[in-house]
């Protein structure tokens, strides 16, 4: 069955009114051209739709039912066109970001929230996910862009940085290490190490950072999640190095910092996406506002 919304809003009007004559001059058709219309409907659903008499016209049980059916039709038609011109105008759709948690802390409440005021139809989706899966839920296709570090290869995506924070000592109050006011990295292998798991972008960086200064730690402590690592450490199990946007996960805790240099080590953030990505407004104007907040929250 191959019908037109043409055709049911040609069936809608006859429906509607007294004769074809009338319908037809609501159509702005000519009678003849309405009643060949409502002749292939009747063949392509092989229903009778109307009961004619030269007077009048009336809707068999039929016709009725393929009337309500043609409304319903119509009226989904006209809607899902109306939620096309939104989309093209800004007005609906969805944008969906993958972000490294402690981005997704620092960073992305004041982004979205600058978002929303200027296109509140859209929806946001946030995946705040490590670096590996952020990475491939762009390459998936499931998230239209991921804030997080450099991939080590891009791999047919594109990378736009956009700041970097620096590593920082995290231990408990009154720790010795916070005698002085910068704490060299090799001086941490007196202590023992919590770090984060190895598909961590943050455990690579200081990784780095102790062969840098031919100082390798074997870790103590080995955890998934910052929160963990912190919980470990406000124990006194324990000392860690984490990059400055995590403390925004860590709140509250009874915690010191100090900048770790000897080397100084900076994680670099940026937006992840695929090159071939449609640009839209929306898209933009998120985009925009992710550049506002990393500027505020890396300096």
């Not at 009114?17 to 051209?33: D, K, N, V, Y």
């Not at 409440?109 to 590996?132: C, K, N, Q, S, W």
């Not at 991939?151 to 002085?180: I, M, N, Q, W, Y």
């Not at 074997?218 to 400055?244: C, F, H, N, R, W």
């Amino acid at each position: 069955m191959n019908l037109t919304v043409r055709q049911l809003e040609t069936l809608l009007a006859a429906a509607e009114a007294e004769t074809f004559s009338a319908a037809a001059q609501r159509l702005g058709i000519s009678q003849p051209a309405l009643s060949e219309t409502i002749r292939r409907l009747e063949a392509e659903t092989g229903l009778l739709l109307f009961e004619r008499t030269t007077r009048s016209l009336a809707l068999t049980a039929d016709g009725r039912h393929a009337v309500a059916v043609a409304r319903e039709a119509v009226r989904d038609f006209h809607a899902a066109l109306g939620s096309l011109a939104d989309r093209a105008q800004g007005k609906r759709g969805r944008v969906t970001i993958a972000a490294l948690p402690s981005v997704a802390c620092a960073v992305l409440p004041a982004a979205v929230r600058g978002f929303r005021r200027e296109f509140p139809g859209i929806e946001v989706t946030v995946l705040d996910v490590l670096h590996e899966r952020a990475v491939a839920f762009v390459a998936d296709g499931i998230a239209d862009l991921a804030l997080t570090t450099r991939p080590g290869r891009l791999e047919g995506l594109s990378f736009a940085p956009l700041g970097s924070d620096g590593f920082l000592l995290v231990c408990p109050k009154r720790h010795p290490l916070l005698r002085t006011k910068q704490v060299a990295w090799r001086d941490l292998a007196a202590h023992p190490f919590v770090a984060l798991a190895r598909t961590s972008s943050v455990r690579r960086l200081s990784d780095a950072a102790f062969i840098n200064c031919g100082t390798p730690v074997d870790p103590a402590y080995e955890v998934e999640q910052i929160p963990s690592a912190a919980a470990l450490v406000e124990a006194g199990l324990g000392v860690t190095a984490l990059p400055a946007l995590t403390l925004a996960m860590i709140k509250g805790r009874g915690l010191a910092t100090r900048p770790l240099v000897e080397p100084v080590m900076r994680r670099p953030i940026g937006l992840l996406s695929r090159p071939e990505r449609a640009s839209s407004r929306p898209m933009d104007g998120l985009v925009r506002q992710l550049e506002r907040s990393c500027e505020r929250s890396l300096g």
